[in-house]
């Protein structure tokens, strides 16, 4: 219960500091979402079956406020956690280069997958700024993912199999 309401407060202060104060650290209009950060760090550090219940919360609550299409952050978001998960099965989660890597090749293609869906739609984006929010992502999780792994190795965040 404690990992639980640990998570939901990390969630929603994330998603205020993405709609309140990013906006006034973006660099030529554009800024990378601290949830989306923190969840796909989460979703590298523990198993798929958590990935993918971050992917979906994470995606429900950026959806809310992404204008025009309902939808698409959830299902990004959910197949990108799954995936950030698997790779994470394959890294050594101690070390801070793969991670942060992966988690910005991660945004870069959800950048991409953005760009792709909404062309299909007939609405313009530029695919200028998957570029510089990928950049801005990286720079961010060099000093985020030490937090959510340290905060993954406590105690209450640990899920141990009682039989």
Known sequence: MKKFLTLIIIIFILMVMDNSVMPFAAVYGYY???????????????????????GIITGVLQDVFFPNVFGINI???MLLCVLAGEIGRNLFRE???????????LILFKGILIFIILDVM??????????????YS?????????????????????RKWKF
């Open 32 to 54: 990378p979402s601290l949830l989306f950060i923190f969840a796909l760090s989460y979703s590298i550090i523990n198993d798929r079956f958590s990935a993918l219940g971050m």
């Open 75 to 77: 299902l990004l978001n």
């Open 95 to 105: 070390k801070r280069l793969m991670p942060v890597v992966s988690v910005s090749g």
């Open 122 to 135: 007939h609405i313009q984006i530029s695919l200028y700024s998957s570029l510089i929010i990928a950049v």
């Open 138 to 158: 990286l720079i961010i999780t060099i000093f985020a993912y030490k937090f959510v792994f340290n905060l993954c190795k406590k105690d209450y965040m640990i």
